[in-house]
């Protein structure tokens, strides 16, 4: 028998995914979609619970509690249902939200907890090793417990489209506990906004809101302020919840968003929405502030994968400290709900939890010289091996080639962190369209990411309260230094959206950055996720040999090992 306590947490509907918890740390934490290639895969994630498993060198048994960060889990959707969904007609989402809103929800919400019990037995979950909790107070935990501010008076917010019934929450924490202060219902949500303005200009919902934040900047107040401000009349800030002023929810928004938005620019409509977003959600923040007078802030949900909208926040004049969980979205629940099963059983023992928070997100496995060569051979590619492979990758990057790495343990999340990265030189714009055009097919608005050793951030950031932002989860404006990294900037209003990176995190990656900097001066490199347009991240080399196939990247890096493409 293990002396050792283990929780995996298991989120089992849109974006699945699994954290191992292992005496109160994260120690392995990995979404479905890496495994089985489907974005944002909305199910039961059977293969990442394996991986999780094997990566520990235990069994089912071997786990102590199974827990999950939702009570009630809605019916599994792909991506035609969720289409479907958000194009069906009003009067079929009237008669959802009057269903949800009766009693005979009750009855339907019943049914589906026995059938997923009824699931999870087949899959080996026994129901006395299993804890639900309530999806909000999952994403409050989750920020808090990854923060580092465990212990200490805090703050935590969360904020997304909606679970369990609420769709935001004011929580305080002084001694690790959650208190509740304020919640806000379903139906009333910025997230949903968002997700129904997404699909009304023709992208996907719970995908590509970042596509219109990218967007927004492109516009002028004098395009978009008449709509932003009529988007208060659908919802406003109310205290410290949020209040629609419409008789249908959020979710049905999208007759009201229509008139606002009909025959208005494209630009116009990105920029109104990303305004009418921060205007309200700063305000809600400072109301919650004033009203708990804590200034240590946590924030999750995935509203706040807003890069922008945190950017806002951070610069509040009552934040002192700011954490924001990175990957806020859905996926974030694993780790909220294993913490809260742990704490609840250190509870029961009446022993104090020990909890470790985040110190990096390369969460997932590292595949070793046998599975490179093996796989590089089953493809039919060539390989050699570099003695000092971070000084080779600095030597491309310099020659303005562009470098593709799926090396050491893969970053767990929506964010590509160096493991699992295509890099180039952010001086050059020319990688940039090369990479737009021929790898990742990306639109043409949308900006690059980089990656700053922490010693240089001062050099490029305008960062006065020193946040730390190992994740990209903040965009900073940048210092006259930024001609040096104008291909990892927003090509409209030039601020970053950077991973500040300690050498203690990534050792090689930071090397890497590192030796660029010496052949170059400038401490930045160009970084976005190694995947094709549509596709999830890269995790196995299998997967990188093919996205190496399949585009026109020509040099690949697994280990210390260079792959070439053929001319």
Same mark, same amino acid.
């Given at each position: 028998?293990?002396?050792?306590?283990?929780?995996?947490?298991?989120?089992?509907?849109?974006?699945?995914?699994?954290?191992?918890?292992?005496?109160?740390?994260?120690?392995?934490?990995?979404?479905?979609?890496?495994?089985?290639?489907?974005?944002?895969?909305?199910?039961?994630?059977?293969?990442?619970?394996?991986?999780?498993?094997?990566?520990?060198?235990?069994?089912?048994?071997?786990?102590?509690?199974?827990?999950?960060?939702?009570?009630?889990?809605?019916?599994?959707?792909?991506?035609?249902?969720?289409?479907?969904?958000?194009?069906?007609?009003?009067?079929?989402?009237?008669?959802?939200?009057?269903?949800?809103?009766?009693?005979?929800?009750?009855?339907?919400?019943?049914?589906?907890?026995?059938?997923?019990?009824?699931?999870?037995?087949?899959?080996?979950?026994?129901?006395?090793?299993?804890?639900?909790?309530?999806?909000?107070?999952?994403?409050?935990?989750?920020?808090?417990?990854?923060?580092?501010?465990?212990?200490?008076?805090?703050?935590?917010?969360?904020?997304?489209?909606?679970?369990?019934?609420?769709?935001?929450?004011?929580?305080?924490?002084?001694?690790?506990?959650?208190?509740?202060?304020?919640?806000?219902?379903?139906?009333?949500?910025?997230?949903?906004?968002?997700?129904?303005?997404?699909?009304?200009?023709?992208?996907?919902?719970?995908?590509?809101?970042?596509?219109?934040?990218?967007?927004?900047?492109?516009?002028?107040?004098?395009?978009?302020?008449?709509?932003?401000?009529?988007?208060?009349?659908?919802?406003?800030?109310?205290?410290?919840?949020?209040?629609?002023?419409?008789?249908?929810?959020?979710?049905?928004?999208?007759?009201?968003?229509?008139?606002?938005?009909?025959?208005?620019?494209?630009?116009?409509?990105?920029?109104?929405?990303?305004?009418?977003?921060?205007?309200?959600?700063?305000?809600?923040?400072?109301?919650?502030?004033?009203?708990?007078?804590?200034?240590?802030?946590?924030?999750?949900?995935?509203?706040?994968?807003?890069?922008?909208?945190?950017?806002?926040?951070?610069?509040?004049?009552?934040?002192?400290?700011?954490?924001?969980?990175?990957?806020?979205?859905?996926?974030?629940?694993?780790?909220?709900?294993?913490?809260?099963?742990?704490?609840?059983?250190?509870?029961?023992?009446?022993?104090? #939890?020990? $909890?470790? =928070?985040?110190?990096?997100?390369?969460?997932?496995? &590292?595949?070793?010289? !046998?599975?490179? *060569?093996?796989?590089?051979?089953?493809?039919?590619?060539?390989?050699?091996?570099?003695?000092?492979?971070?000084?080779?990758?600095?030597?491309?990057?310099?020659?303005?080639?562009?470098?593709?790495?799926?090396?050491?343990?893969?970053?767990?999340?929506?964010?590509?962190?160096?493991?699992?990265?295509?890099?180039?030189?952010?001086?050059?714009?020319?990688?940039?369209?090369?990479?737009?055009?021929?790898?990742?097919?990306?639109?043409?608005?949308?900006?690059?990411?980089?990656?700053?050793?922490?010693?240089?951030?001062?050099?490029?950031?305008?960062?006065?309260?020193?946040?730390?932002?190992?994740?990209?989860?903040?965009?900073?404006?940048?210092?006259?230094?930024?001609?040096?990294?104008?291909?990892?900037?927003?090509?409209?209003?030039?601020?970053?959206? #950077?991973? $500040?990176? =300690?050498?203690?995190?990534?050792?090689?990656?930071? &090397?890497?950055?590192? !030796?660029?900097? *010496?052949?170059?001066?400038?401490?930045?490199?160009?970084?976005?996720?190694?995947?094709?347009?549509?596709?999830?991240?890269?995790?196995?080399?299998?997967?990188?040999?093919?996205?190496?196939?399949?585009?026109?990247?020509?040099?690949?890096?697994?280990?210390?090992?260079?792959?070439?493409?053929?001319?």
């Amino acid at each position: 028998m293990s002396d050792h306590f283990r929780v995996l947490g298991i989120h089992d509907n849109h974006n699945a995914s699994v954290s191992l918890l292992e005496d109160g740390a994260i120690v392995f934490s990995l979404q479905e979609e890496r495994l089985n290639g489907i974005k944002n895969f909305n199910g039961f994630p059977s293969r990442a619970v394996h991986r999780a498993l094997d990566f520990a060198q235990i069994t089912l048994d071997d786990i102590d509690l199974f827990a999950f960060g939702t009570v009630h889990n809605p019916a599994w959707k792909d991506t035609a249902a969720q289409i479907r969904q958000y194009s069906a007609p009003t009067w079929k989402k009237y008669l959802a939200d009057g269903f949800k809103a009766s009693p005979f929800f009750s009855l339907y919400t019943a049914k589906r907890a026995r059938q997923r019990q009824k699931f999870l037995a087949t899959q080996g979950i026994p129901a006395d090793r299993t804890r639900f909790y309530d999806h909000n107070l999952t994403h409050a935990a989750t920020a808090l417990c990854c923060s580092g501010f465990y212990g200490t008076p805090a703050l935590i917010l969360a904020l997304d489209g909606g679970g369990d019934g609420n769709c935001a929450g004011v929580y305080t924490s002084r001694d690790g506990d959650l208190a509740k202060v304020a919640v806000t219902k379903e139906g009333n949500s910025v997230g949903n906004l968002y997700a129904v303005s997404t699909f009304y200009m023709g992208m996907m919902p719970l995908e590509h809101e970042y596509k219109l934040m990218g967007m927004a900047p492109y516009s002028q107040p004098k395009y978009y302020e008449g709509m932003s401000r009529a988007l208060d009349h659908i919802l406003s800030v109310d205290g410290l919840t949020f209040r629609r002023s419409t008789v249908a929810t959020t979710s049905n928004s999208f007759r009201a968003l229509e008139a606002i938005y009909r025959r208005q620019r494209f630009d116009a409509v990105c920029a109104a929405l990303q305004d009418f977003t921060e205007r309200s959600v700063t305000r809600w923040v400072q109301n919650a502030i004033a009203a708990t007078g804590l200034h240590r802030i946590c924030l999750s949900g995935g509203v706040f994968m807003n890069v922008k909208l945190n950017k806002l926040i951070a610069s509040l004049p009552g934040v002192e400290e700011l954490f924001v969980m990175p990957s806020c979205g859905d996926e974030s629940n694993a780790m909220g709900a294993a913490f809260l099963a742990y704490k609840e059983h250190c509870a029961a023992l009446g022993t104090d #939890p020990v $909890i470790h =928070p985040l110190s990096h997100l390369y969460l997932g496995e &590292a595949f070793g010289d !046998e599975t490179i *060569r093996s796989e590089c051979r089953n493809a039919g590619y060539t390989f050699e091996k570099d003695g000092n492979i971070n000084r080779f990758v600095a030597e491309m990057l310099n020659q303005n080639r562009i470098v593709a790495r799926c090396s050491g343990r893969s970053e767990w999340g929506a964010r590509a962190l160096g493991n699992r990265s295509i890099l180039a030189n952010p001086k050059s714009f020319e990688t940039v369209s090369k990479i737009n055009d021929a790898i990742k097919m990306r639109d043409f608005w949308m900006p690059f990411a980089g990656s700053v050793m922490e010693e240089a951030a001062g050099r490029y950031l305008v960062n006065p309260r020193k946040i730390p932002s190992p994740y990209m989860m903040l965009a900073f404006d940048t210092t006259r230094e930024r001609e040096s990294i104008r291909a990892a900037t927003h090509p409209r209003d030039r601020t970053i959206r #950077p991973q $500040i990176l =300690p050498r203690e995190q990534n050792p090689d990656y930071h &090397a890497i950055i590192s !030796e660029f900097s *010496r052949m170059t001066g400038t401490g930045c490199v160009l970084n976005t996720s190694f995947n094709l347009h549509g596709s999830p991240m890269v995790y196995h080399p299998r997967e990188a040999l093919e996205t190496l196939t399949k585009s026109d990247l020509d040099i690949l890096v697994m280990g210390d090992y260079v792959i070439r493409k053929e001319t």
